[in-house]
């Protein structure tokens, strides 16, 4: 399995830095709402049956969550958090850093363009914004040169590798509660039904994800799977909240549709590594000795995927 760190997480208790409980965050009610403390910015206090530690979780926006076990006595807090203050400061720092340097179309609700980075090399953040634009104009141009090619698919199949790939999308507002995606023409869809319904937009829209990651890295993962000779069964595709990708014990590998919006290099790291749990069902030294051996210069990927979140936009992980 290959982490989705949506939370940067922190074990307050025993002072490790762990974040084997990226899900958590959604259990348990949130039973109090702090001013801050000392220096420290408003948080959250939630309870959770699971939780055995203190955990301290900072989101993407920066809003600071304070995990306890249930029945943890509230009065030790302020003393634990204290000693915290500098990781939170800095942590919360860095995300909300590394949150200006997301791409403009982060915060859309209802895109009307969706960028993919899978096929692009170019892992530059700060080229990213000005691309989206520019590559804009670039795919509708495609598109209209393309305009007569049958099917969505086969268009995005002539588009070379190391390009980024844009999608327009268009709303066509219909009487009745069926929302639904059309593809039309090449990197183009539209999206027809009840468009005002933001939710059921973003739930079509993700459907369409999933379909486009099926039909792009299915293939692609399966050239991978031979050249490095390591088979696996079946591939599914879904859109998990807490990691990139898994694989079961039955060697059936399921990929988030999340994928398509990170550069390639990217990418191919998250297959090979799920390729490898095909031998290897934890991350054991033997496992990360097999990555290794597939791929040599793994190690700057693994580092470069924990902040990766940030080239999903936003309304995809929208309720
Ligand atoms: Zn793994």
């Known amino acids: 399995m290959t982490q989705l760190n949506l939370f940067a997480n922190d074990q307050a208790a025993n002072g490790q830095a762990a974040n084997s409980q990226t899900g958590a965050a959604e259990q348990g009610t949130i039973i109090e709402e702090t001013e801050g403390l000392f220096n420290l910015p408003a948080y959250k206090i939630r309870e959770s049956k699971r939780a055995k530690h203190v955990s301290i979780k900072i989101s993407v926006e920066g809003e600071v969550e304070v995990v306890v076990p249930t029945r943890f006595e509230r009065s030790r807090l302020p003393d634990i958090l204290e000693k915290r203050q500098e990781w939170i400061e800095k942590t919360r720092a860095k ?4 949150r200006a340097n997301t791409p403009e179309d982060w915060q859309v609700e209802q895109p009307d363009m969706v960028v993919f980075r899978w096929r692009s090399r170019d892992m530059d953040d700060a080229s990213m914004q000005g691309q989206a634009t520019a590559s ?11 305009g007569k090619s049958k099917g969505f698919g086969k268009a995005s199949a002539q588009q070379k590798v190391g390009e980024l790939e844009t999608w327009s999308i268009n709303y066509d507002a219909k009487p009745g509660n069926i929302t639904r995606c059309i593809p039309d023409r090449p990197y183009q ?11 059921a937009c973003q739930e079509v829209l993700r459907k369409w994800l999933a379909y486009r990651a099926k039909k792009d890295l299915g293939p692609w993962l399966r050239q ?20 990139w990708a898994s ?12 994928l398509l ?6 990418v191919y790291y998250v ?7 095909t031998i290897h069902m934890n991350h054991s ?22 902040d990766a979140w940030r080239y999903v936009p936003r309304w995809v992980e929208a309720k």
């Open 271 to 277: 297959l090979v590594h799920e390729l490898c749990h």
């Open 224 to 243: 991978i799977s031979f050249d490095i000779d390591l088979p696996f069964r079946k591939l599914s595709v879904r859109g998990q909240k807490t990691c």
């Open 136 to 146: 804009k104009a670039k795919a509708q141009k495609t598109a209209n040169a393309k």
């Open 261 to 266: 919006f990170l550069p390639r290099p990217l």
């Open 285 to 306: 030294q033997d496992f990360w000795a097999l990555v290794g051996q597939k791929q040599p210069d793994y190690e700057w990927r693994k580092k470069a995927i924990k």
């Open 247 to 258: 694989c079961s014990t039955r060697k059936d590998i399921s990929l988030n549709f999340k």
């Open 189 to 199: 869809i539209t999206v027809s039904g009840n468009t005002d319904h933001l939710p």
């Open 95 to 98: 995300l909300l850093r590394d």
